[in-house]
Each structure stands twice: as C-alpha cells, then as structure tokens.
C-alpha cells in the first residue's frame, strides 16, 4: 500500500483543481476560497465540469449536497449524473446550477419554530472552502443550509461566520505589532473517543440499538481499575479495524495520525492532525460515519455515545483550539523575542476574558443528555469552566497582575510585556492537568468538554465569537493609543485582573473547587436544561449579533431545537428501558423464580433440604414485585408530561432520569442472582471483556 498515492485519493483537492481546471478558472475558485469572492456562473458550469469528469473516473454515479442540519448529523440526498439529452441519449451531465445550489426537503428537518413563521423550503449552498469527495460511489459536495429568507438551519453556516468574525479581529490585533496577513483561521484538532464492542452483543441489547447506551446493567467484576487498558497493546481485531479505518479517512483526506487504546475497556481513540476549523469539522463528521461503517466490517460496533456504560469512563472529544495566520504562524505560540511574548500575551488574555465572560455558552455547547453523564460525574471536566494555564504561565500572570518580580527557574525580574523576554514554558509542564475543561497544552488549548458524539461546529462558534469578541473590545481601545507598549501593559494587567476567577490549576473534580468556583461566582449548570436555558440572555444575543453570527430569531430556533431533543432523548431511553424491563427482564426473572418454586415443592416432596432454593426464590421475587412497581411508575411518569418543550425538557431531568434510576437500582439487583443463562440480554461482562 502507498499512503502517499492513497492519501486524498478521493477528495477534489488543489493538486486535482491545478490538474483539472483552466489557469484563470483555479484562480477565480481560489479567491472564491481565500477571500469569499462570489464565483461567476461560466466558472461554476466549468468546475461543475471539471468535478464531474474526475468523480466519474473514480466510479461515481451520484452527486449530493452534503451538509449539516441540526439534526447532528450529516445529511444527503442523492442525485445521479443522468441526463437525457436533445437526441435521446444517456449522458452524465452536471451544471454549474447544480454544483452550487440544491434544493432539499427542508421540511424533514428542525427548524426551531423559524419555518412556521418563515417561508418552508430550503436550500443548500456550495461551500467551496471545504474540498468535494467520493463516497460510496458519490461525488459529495460540502454545502450551508438555510431557509428561503435566508434564516440558517444547520452547523456549518454560523461555523463559517465564526471564523470570520475571527479572522477579522485577529487580523486587526496584529496590525497593532506591525503585521499585515490576509486571514487569521482557528485550527482544530478533534480527538476522538469511541467504543468497539461485539456487534451480536450490540444487536441483542435493544437500549444500546435504540438509544446508544446501556439502561440497565450491573458491573462487571473487573472494570477499569488495573488501568490495563489504556495504551495496552491493541487486540487484533481491533487493529484489523483500525488499519481498515485509517485508510478510508486518508482516501478521503483525512489525517488520522494517532490510533490508541483509551482507559476504560472496549474504548479507543483517534486524533487526526489539525486543520482549520471548517475543515475539522466536517472531517469530524465523516470519522463519526466511517467509524461506525468499518465497524460493521469487521463485526464490532462502534458506540460513539458519550456514556455507553455506567461506572465505566466516558467517551468525550477533545477540542484542539488555536489561531494561525495564513503564512503559518500560530499566535498562541509564545515565540522568542519580547515583541513576540507581548502579541502572545495579547492572545492569551483575549482568551482568559472570552472563556470568563462566556463560559456559559461553552458549556451551552456541550449540553446534550449523554453529555450530562460525563461533566460532573467525577472523571470528565467538571461542568464548571475553569482554565489551566500550568504553573509557569500562572506565575507570570500572577507577576504581571501584582507588578512584582517574576520568579522563574533560573532568573527573578520584573515582566514588562513588550520589552522583557517570558521565561520559556516547557510543554510537559502546561499539560499534565487532567481535570481541567480548557487547558493550555504549551501552543493551543485543550478544550474538553465537548462529548463524542457532537458536532464540533456548535463548540467553535462559541469559541471563536467570544475571543473574536474580546479581541475587538482590545483592538478599539490599543488602536487609538498614544503609546502603545504602555496601554497593552495596562490592558493586560487590568483584563487578567478582572477575569482572574476563571484560572484555576488544582483538581477540577474535588468537592473543595465547586465550592470554591461558586464563591468565585464561575457558573456550575449540572444539567442541560439548566445551562440552555441561559442561551438566550441578554448578553449572548448581543454578542452573536455585533459579529453577525446569529439573529435572535435564530438562536431562539436553536434554543428550542435543544430543548426538544434533550427531552425526546430521555423520553425514548425511558420508553426503551420501560419494554426492556417489562418484555424481557422480569418475564426471564419470574421464570427463574417458577424454577425455584418447582425444585422447592419437588425436593419438599422426597423430603430434601432446600433452603437455597427457596430463599434465592423469595429474594428474586421480591425484587421483581418491587421492579413491577417501578415500571409502572416510570411509565405512569412518562404519560403524565407536560407538552411545552421547555417544561417538557425539565420535567424529564426532574422526573423521567429519577424513575428510570429507580427501575434500574432493582433490575442491577436482580442481575446479580438470577440464573445467568435466564438473563435476557449479554451482561457488562460479556460486552466489555469480548474474546
Ligand atoms: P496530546 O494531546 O496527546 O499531547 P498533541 O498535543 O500532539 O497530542 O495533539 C493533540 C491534537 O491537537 C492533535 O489532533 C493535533 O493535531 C492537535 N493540534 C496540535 N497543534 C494544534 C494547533 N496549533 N491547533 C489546533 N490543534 C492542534
Ligand atoms: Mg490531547
């Protein structure tokens, strides 16, 4: 295998468009990409052309708009290349028109209410700045996704404005060190966390089919307390797996660089080297997708649920974040020189703030009822934002902020920023903090919080509006300043002053840092609902709209879209679990019982002992009175909840996830005595610990 003539095989990159496409044409597509210049109808009929001829080369039929609707995943709709032309033949024909412009069924998707008071169709728009690929025989174009009156109804649309408002900003803080770049792009790199487990296992458990997580299960008598696990060697199966994944990413252009185990057992995780932030993300997207694929192949499924297992780890996705200009250089780099350390510190305080002010929107981002399982369940990131800087960085923050000496390893001065040198950061040191949310791993952050089965879109926005926000607060007050080293002295002292309360470097999962966090007044929302709820203040639709990425009427869209599937997600898992008990669980226990009754009255009658028989019977009895019970409370419970989407998203975390709780203690209970070859479906054990 040549990875080299592999790697991107399947994507419509720049080395095919120089290939493929008239001198002036690649140059028109190129400003279209770079600068956002509209691209003019010849030029799109010849791209069209261009895209066509090499996708029919590769074996493709179909062509879709591929895009993001809320729905969290991706979406197409396929089209084949037939036409007939004026003489009657077949040909394979595709326009400029259908290139950049498509026409999906918006209705099948949410909407948030926008499409009742708003025109219904919708339509997709060519993205040129993420590359066309083939998949399954499909040439897939990458599109935004917006209503007739221009309302957005997907991930990708805010994404790229996001990054706009970023850029901008960015692009203006460096004027103020003397540089001009064109564009300044957020980069990310996705880490990403996922279960493989045996696919019979996964087709015999109606929950994990349903809903991607276990409702019921006791623990198995190993978890993942020996730590074997994680970077242990890789099972051949999975290897077999992963191997077959990596080629299918690089086909399609996608790094994937870093393949390991994770701690928990049956968890692994993939990192792919960063991109820009659009890219990433749809990258992303298309990982999610081929993992689950290739995992059918080879007879495993990938569970890419934030908490497949109970009191087993997580799967999260770690949200590699920094801002590089177009020639390359990374800006939250500290670099050498003291002009350097001062556009650094610029950056870094940019962030402080941004992370300060709107942490409520990052943890708004990763609010989902699969991602509640993990912040604040004592082995993900709280859900408390906070952010680590390492001890070195600290100290210096901690010098500039109180105007006394910096006391390094090796020197104590005084850090003047814009004339004195930072002492070098080593990389090993910002990074050893696990149980930080957002952490400066030396030349980006870390954010963690974001779980496995996200888009990473909605994450990105946040972060880069709300730094895209500081920074333009920094630029209109440096721009006009006299003496400029002197007011970025000043600005930084003060902004790291005033938003101090959101470093903290100890453990982010101690009882002793939430009460300190509350006494810092730093937000702690535990639960979905009662972080969406804050979506909508005052202070979040002003900042979206100074930088143009949402209206009001589109985030309250949104707002409602994430109301709604967290409360159908609790809904259908208690609906799930409901059948499961009721079905399967307790018709298996109480024939474990009848069993036992029999051999009780049988041994009575030839005058045996049967003591173990009758008292496992009593026991196993009185637990399925008691799951009886519990299931017609969480049904009960379930049928009684109010239709608003907002009390309904309330009522569930209040009520629906106690009942299920309920029903779930009982049935562990009862896992643990019932014959095991009566138990209906393949327990944590067997899952977890596959031959
Ligand atoms: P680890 O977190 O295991 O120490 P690395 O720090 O090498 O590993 O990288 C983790 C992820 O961060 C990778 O996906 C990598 O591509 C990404 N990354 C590295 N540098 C940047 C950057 N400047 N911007 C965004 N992501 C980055
Ligand atoms: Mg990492």
């Excluded at 045996?198 to 020996?226: C, H, N, V, W, Y």
Aim: hydrophobic share 40%.
């Amino acid at each position: 295998m040549n990875v080299s003539e592999m790697f991107g095989s399947m994507v419509f990159n720049d080395h095919v468009m120089r290939e493929m496409l008239p001198k002036k044409v690649y140059q028109s597509l190129q400003d279209t990409m770079v600068e956002g210049k509209a691209l003019d109808e010849d030029a799109a009929d010849i791209v069209a052309a261009a895209m066509k001829e090499w996708a029919v080369s590769k074996g493709a039929t179909h062509f879709t708009h591929w895009f993001q609707p809320m729905t969290g995943i991706t979406a197409e709709k396929h089209d084949s290349f037939l036409t007939v032309d004026k003489t009657g033949c077949v040909i394979m024909d595709f326009s400029g028109k259908e290139l950049t412009r498509g026409e999906p069924d918006a209705s099948s998707f949410p909407s948030g209410g926008l499409r009742a008071t708003f025109e219904a169709r919708g339509y997709t728009a060519w993205d040129p700045t993420s590359y066309a690929f083939i998949k399954d025989d499909t040439l897939c174009i990458p599109t935004a996704f917006c209503s007739y009156t221009g309302q957005i109804l997907d991930k990708k649309t805010p994404l790229l404005r996001s990054m706009d408002a970023i850029s901008r900003e960015a692009v203006r803080a460096l004027s103020l060190f003397g540089k001009k770049v064109k564009r300044v792009n957020a980069t990310i790199g996705a880490e990403q966390e996922y279960f493989l487990i045996d696919k019979k296992d996964f087709s015999r458990r109606l929950d994990l089919r349903l809903t991607g997580r276990t409702l019921i299960g006791a623990p198995a008598a190993k978890g993942q307390e020996m730590e074997d696990h994680y970077f242990g060697s890789i099972r051949g199966r999975v290897k077999a797996f992963m191997a077959d994944l990596d080629e299918e990413l690089w086909k399609l252009g996608i790094t994937a660089k870093t393949e390991h185990n994770e701690v928990a057992p049956c968890q692994h995780e993939m990192a792919p080297i960063f991109d820009n932030a659009n890219k990433a993300t749809d990258a992303n997207q298309l990982t999610m997708e081929m993992m689950k694929k290739v995992a059918d192949r080879h007879g495993f499924a990938c569970l890419l649920h934030e908490k497949p297992f109970e009191g087993i780890n997580g799967s999260g996705k770690h949200n590699n974040w920094a801002l590089s200009t177009d020639e390359g250089e990374n800006l939250l780099d500290p670099g050498k020189t003291p002009k350097d350390n001062a556009q650094f510190m610029l950056f870094l305080t940019a962030v402080i703030r941004a992370v300060d002010d709107y942490q409520d929107l990052l943890r708004i981002s990763v609010a989902s009822a699969g991602n509640d399982h993990r912040l604040g369940a004592n082995e993900a990131p709280p859900a408390i934002g906070s952010i680590f800087v390492g001890d070195e960085l600290d100290a210096v923050i901690e010098s500039i902020i109180e105007g006394t000496p910096f006391k390094g390893r090796s020197s104590s001065s005084r850090l003047d920023i814009g004339t004195s040198v930072l002492p070098k950061l080593a990389r090993d040191n910002s990074d050893r903090n696990r149980t930080s949310p957002f952490a400066f791993t030396g030349n980006k952050f870390e954010f963690r919080m974001p779980g496995s089965s996200f888009n990473i879109a909605c994450t990105n926005v946040m972060l880069n509006t709300a730094v895209a926000d500081a920074l333009k607060a920094f630029c209109d007050e440096l721009e006009g300043a006299s003496d400029f080293n002197a007011s970025l002295n000043a600005l930084i002292k003060r902004e790291l002053k005033a938003h101090r309360r959101i470093l903290f470097n100890g453990n982010g999962y101690s009882r002793e840092w939430e009460e300190e966090a509350e006494k810092r007044g730093l937000s702690n929302y535990k639960r979905t609902p009662d972080a969406l709820v804050h979506y909508c203040d005052e202070k979040n639709v002003a900042l979206f709209k100074r930088h143009n990425v949402y209206t009001k009427e589109e985030m309250e869209s949104r707002l409602e879209i994430s109301l709604d599937e967290y409360q159908k997600a609790i809904h259908i898992e208690a609906v799930t679990m409901s059948e499961m008990l009721r079905r399967q669980i307790l018709p298996s226990a109480l024939r474990f019982t009848s069993s036992l009754a029999s051999s009780v009255q049988v041994k009575g009658r030839i005058g045996v002992a049967a003591n173990a028989d009758k008292n496992l019977c009593a026991e196993a009895s009185a637990l399925c009175d008691e799951l009886f019970v519990k299931i017609d409370e969480l049904d009960e419970c379930v049928a009684k909840g109010p239709q608003q989407t907002e009390k309904a998203a309330f009522y569930a975390a209040d009520k629906i996830i106690p009942a299920m709780e309920n029903a779930r203690r009982i049935c562990d209970r009862l896992e643990c005595i019932v014959d095991k070859s009566y138990w209906p479906v393949p327990t944590y054990s067997e899952i977890l610990f596959y031959v």
